[in-house]
């Protein structure tokens, strides 16, 4: 028996998947027989469910040291398209906000903000609302917070949960290989680092999502050794909520510029997500980031292993700045109605999957 042949006969089973066997699947090309498995495992675990959040997301500035040849979003604290919100900034937001369930924080690393400035932050969101979850910081900000603080990754963490941190987002990883991480973001995290304050925050009982951005310099092999990494950890600690894989938008971007990159396909956009829902075989959720693939792909993507649109957004800007065609935002309305032309079931949810309402 070849080893596509033992691939198939294990997702048939049940089995696990190792690196080789992985590989045979995506080189097989078989985009069909791949939404058939991946759709198959996600109705074992959420049935016909889409699950969906109000939430908002916060950029707290764009002003970064980290100068990733990846990025389009940043700058220097001189350019005109700088911005950097103060506290009476994001209280306004807030104050907008007021029917949302999760408020979504990510940012730069800006050059002077100290990490009681961030602290703060979650303090006024927990304050003005005070019952909604707070998804906020990077691993590769928790790295930075702790450099500009003396402290260790768990004491960021635990005054960030004090503060009301109720989960950490996901982002950062891009691809956990050094080696492509000294060409795309060299001043960023590196793998290893990223992997500890994820079982830090999973020790410290601090839920996280996990997440994978494709489509630039990596390989085949080197987005297949992510996804066992992250695998390994869940193994570990079982801390990730959700997946999340990011295609890269090389449009103003330094990278997509030298490497002359294009956007990926949705070919590819739908055998990753496919694939990764069978290789994460311990993850529950995979999310179908709208943002990123666009309202049809994510649409389609909910028949190739997604039970997640993620949310309404309110404003979304990183991803726009690298060239991203989507909305900023999105009704609730809209999302119930791109699930339910699918045959499935939209459902509220908050961070962590918790059902607030059945709403057909």
């Known amino acids: 028996m070849n080893v596509l042949s033992i691939a198939k006969e294990k997702i048939s089973s049940g089995g696990r998947l190792e690196r080789d066997e992985i590989l045979a699947l995506y080189d097989d090309n078989d985009l069909l027989y791949l939404a058939e498995s991946a759709r198959r495992v996600k109705e074992s675990k959420t049935g016909k469910k889409i699950f969906y959040t109000v939430n908002r ?25 700088a911005f950097t919100l103060e506290l009476a900034d994001v ?4 104050r907008d906000a007021a029917q949302v369930k999760e408020i979504h924080i990510v940012s730069s690393l800006h050059p002077d903000k100290n990490f009681s400035y961030y602290v703060d932050v979650v303090k006024l969101v927990k304050k ?16 930075n917070f702790s450099k500009i603080s003396g402290k260790s990754f768990s ?43 994820m079982g830090t ?30 695998r390994e950890l869940q193994d ?31 070919w590819e956009d739908l055998k990753m997500l496919a694939l990764s829902r069978l290789v994460l075989d311990n993850f529950a959720h995979f ?19 997604a039970d997640d649109l993620d949310g309404t957004i309110g404003e979304e800007k990183i991803i726009h700045a ?30 962590f999957y918790n059902e607030y309402k059945k709403n057909f």
């Open 57 to 81: 997301h916060i950029n707290l500035t764009n002003v970064c040291t980290a100068n990733c040849p990846l990025c389009a979003y940043q700058c220097h604290s001189g350019d005109n398209r």
């Open 91 to 94: 209280e306004k937001i807030l």
């Open 128 to 143: 003005i609302l005070p019952h909604v979850g707070i998804n906020a910081f990077t691993p590769v900000e928790i790295v």
């Open 155 to 197: 004491e960021v963490l635990s005054e960030l949960i004090a503060a009301g941190v109720t989960s950490l987002a996901g982002g950062g990883a891009e691809i956990l290989s050094d080696r492509v991480r000294e060409i795309i973001c060299p001043k960023k995290c590196s793998a290893a680092e990223w992997l500890e304050v």
């Open 201 to 230: 925050a999973h020790k410290l009982g601090l839920r996280t999502n996990a997440s994978m951005m494709y489509g630039h310099i990596e390989t085949i092999e080197e987005r297949v050794d992510h996804l066992l990494k992250l």
């Open 236 to 266: 570990e600690t079982g801390g990730f909520v959700a997946m999340m894989l990011f295609p890269f938008h090389p449009e103003n971007t330094e990278l997509g510029k030298k490497f002359n990159l294009r956007r990926v396909g949705s």
């Open 287 to 305: 999310k179908a980031f709208w943002v990123m693939l666009t309202l049809p792909i994510a649409q389609l993507a909910l028949n190739f292993g």
């Open 322 to 351: 690298a060239g991203a065609k989507s909305s900023a935002g999105i009704t609730r309305e809209t999302l119930e109605k791109i699930i339910l032309e699918c045959g499935y079931t939209p459902v509220e949810r908050d961070s």
